[in-house]
């Protein structure tokens, strides 16, 4: 029976062998024994045990229009003020209207909310400063962004699980994409 000799290469000098082995193996690399159920008493299974599952991740915003919000599957038209879990019609018509009086639903809360975003519709719109004020006194911090925006970041917070709650104001109509025609008819 003829022995099979290998030619190996190692960083010091050249190796004879009659198995393979790999130039760079190390005693540190190889398992020398694996643990079995027969092998040591301390082996165990590992099991899990859910004691309680974990709630949903409260509402969710899954689409907006200039005509409103659809949230988990409500509906909800024109803007709308969100305080996990309540869905409420909120009664302003434009950044305007945001006053101490129609935010002073956010603040009334208990246990009270960290964020407030607030959407102003397709643009970021400025707040009257006596809001800002108002905020920062209940220890409020404040998100001012455009709607879409605005849905995108209350939907994060939420999924976090954070105090959170939003005031949005649907974007109007864009015109961005929409082709002008003079009076001879021609399309610029």
Request: glycine content about 6%; charged content about 20%.
């Amino acid at each position: 029976m003829a022995a099979r000799f290998l030619l190996q290469r190692s960083t010091q000098r050249l190796l004879f062998s009659s198995r393979s082995v790999p130039a760079f193996s190390s005693p540190f690399l190889c398992r020398a024994h694996s643990l079995g159920p027969s092998d040591d008493e301390t082996y165990q299974r590992t099991t899990v045990s859910i004691m309680k599952r974990e709630a949903n991740n409260g509402i969710m915003i899954h689409s907006y229009s200039p005509m409103g919000f659809n949230i988990d599957g409500n509906r909800v038209f024109g803007p709308c003020a969100l305080i996990p879990p309540a869905i409420l019609q909120w009664s302003v018509g434009s950044s305007e209207d945001i006053t101490e009086e129609s935010i002073s639903l956010f603040h009334m809360l208990e246990p009270p909310i960290e964020i407030l975003v607030l959407g102003t519709g397709s643009r970021v719109e400025r707040l009257n400063p006596s809001v800002l004020a108002l905020l920062k006194r209940k220890r409020i911090a404040l998100e001012v962004q455009d709607t879409p925006n605005a849905c995108a970041t209350f939907n994060f917070l939420n999924s976090e699980r954070r105090l959170v709650a939003a005031g949005l104001i649907p974007p109007s109509y864009s015109r961005a994409l929409e082709v002008k025609q003079d009076e001879s008819g021609d399309s610029k």
